[in-house]
């Protein structure tokens, strides 16, 4: 599986955001997608996932009140829509698979930079 993140951007404080994960390969079906993401300094940050084939999304307690994950299987693609973007959302997000027994997330896609000025 090859994942590919993109729809960052520089955007101002209070605006809503929307990033992509295009996703290619076999057997996606048996994939969890994830959406991380790491601010400069910080440690990466989980914020969500969802599986490809069904079931609702999972949210870190961090991302859940503002950020909303979406998926069209027609398009092989995951989103992930960030709302009322505050300056320290500013980061790299990346979105990430792992197989759907697994605990790790192994396969990773470059990262799309999200700055937001307040």
């Known amino acids: 599986v090859q994942l590919q993140a993109s729809g960052g951007g520089l955007v101002q404080a209070g605006d809503s955001l929307t990033l992509s994960c295009a996703a290619s390969?076999?057997?996606?079906?048996?994939?969890?997608i994830g959406w991380f993401r790491q601010a400069p300094g910080k440690e990466r940050e989980f914020l969500g996932s969802?599986?490809?084939?069904?079931?609702?999304?999972y949210y870190a307690d961090s991302a859940k009140d503002r950020f909303t994950i979406s998926r069209d299987r027609a398009k092989n693609t995951v989103y992930l829509k960030m709302n009322s973007l505050k300056s320290e959302d500013t980061a790299v997000y990346y979105c990430?698979?792992?197989?759907?027994?697994?605990?790790?997330?192994?396969?990773w896609g470059p990262g799309t930079l999200v700055t937001v000025s307040s």
């Open positions: 390969g076999q057997r996606l079906s048996m994939y969890v």
């Open positions: 990430a698979a792992k197989w759907r027994t697994t605990s790790e997330y192994n396969l």
């Open positions: 969802t599986m490809w084939s069904a079931g609702s999304p």
